[in-house]
């Protein structure tokens, strides 16, 4: 494990340029996922087309971030717009694949760590637009991470450090899933008490499990905490602009926040958890 550390650390530029294409590969990828899955639409055929004229896209025209912008933001054939959020979804996916990498040379953390970190990041791009576009949450995103997190960390802890620590499995990634399901499922039932209707999908408990069984019950607090505090103040600001009525009944995805609070916990999460205890005399 060390020695494979030190030759990522030598070959960091060539390691760090391989990380953002890959992410902004898979962004592409996922921009297809995000909007074919919901349609009930395949994700192999037909191949990429303009929506409007329906010309395909060639191989050249495909390419992530450069493409769009060589094409200035036009479909080569009929010039109809396509939308800026294709390549800030290929920045999106490059900007944190890349950053998951500098993570875990920075911790020196084995390479299945950042497989993970890797397929998790991909599965929250796809669940955070479908969400704010359609208000779901898919299953192979929100249980796909319940198992992926469930599996990830039984090779952790059965087979990668050369002993098995059940305790640590319980605590951490069954006990992690346990608390994130349960903690929003009690919001979920709160809320739709207050309001007299469904305050909040099944999607938005499973995803919370999912975060609880990948990083454990600390990060399920952490990130219940930040979506809150984001997704108070991204409201607060959507009434004020739109003047609505505060009375009003807003239905406003939640998954998206979850992520990001879940974003913030994966790349300094217990390094602040760490200066707030330090802050309050707790250590
Ligand atoms: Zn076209």
């Not at 297809?32 to 009930?40: E, M, Q, S, T, Y």
């Not at 036009?74 to 900007?95: F, H, M, Q, T, W």
């Not at 039932?189 to 938005?204: N, V």
Request: glycine share 10%.
């Amino acid at each position: 494990m060390r020695a494979s550390v030190d030759v990522a650390v030598a070959l960091k530029p060539v390691f760090a340029c391989f990380s953002f294409g890959l992410g902004a590969c898979i962004a592409s990828f996922l921009n297809v996922v995000i909007w074919r899955v919901p349609r009930g639409e395949s994700i192999v055929s037909p191949p990429s087309h303009c929506p409007k004229c329906s010309a395909p896209i060639r191989w050249w025209q495909n390419i992530p971030i450069l493409s769009w912008l060589a094409l200035g933001g036009k479909c080569a054939n009929c010039r109809a717009a396509i939308s800026p959020r294709y390549i800030l979804i290929e920045l999106l996916g490059g900007v944190l694949f890349l950053a998951a990498f500098l993570h875990m040379l920075k911790f020196g953390l084995p390479l299945h760590f950042l497989v993970v970190y890797w397929i998790w990041i991909a599965l929250m791009i796809v669940g955070s637009f479908i969400d704010f576009d359609h208000q779901l949450l898919p299953d192979f995103v929100t249980v796909g991470g319940m198992a992926l997190g469930l599996v990830a960390n039984a090779y952790d802890y059965f087979f990668f450090w050369g002993k098995i620590y059940w305790e640590n499995y319980l605590l951490y990634c069954v006990g992690g899933l346990a608390l994130g399901f349960g903690l929003l499922w009690l919001v979920r039932w709160l809320g739709s008490k207050a309001f007299k209707r469904e305050a909040m999908g099944m999607g938005d408990v499973f995803l919370m499990g999912a975060v609880g069984a990948l990083f454990g019950p600390v990060a399920v607090l952490f990130t219940l905490m930040t979506s809150a505090v984001a997704g108070s103040i991204v409201g607060i600001g959507m009434i004020l602009l739109s003047k609505a009525k505060l009375g009003k009944f807003v239905a406003i995805p939640f998954g998206p926040y979850i992520c990001l609070g879940c974003l913030a916990w994966m790349f300094c999460g217990p390094e602040t958890v760490a200066w707030y205890l330090k802050l309050l005399g707790v250590n």
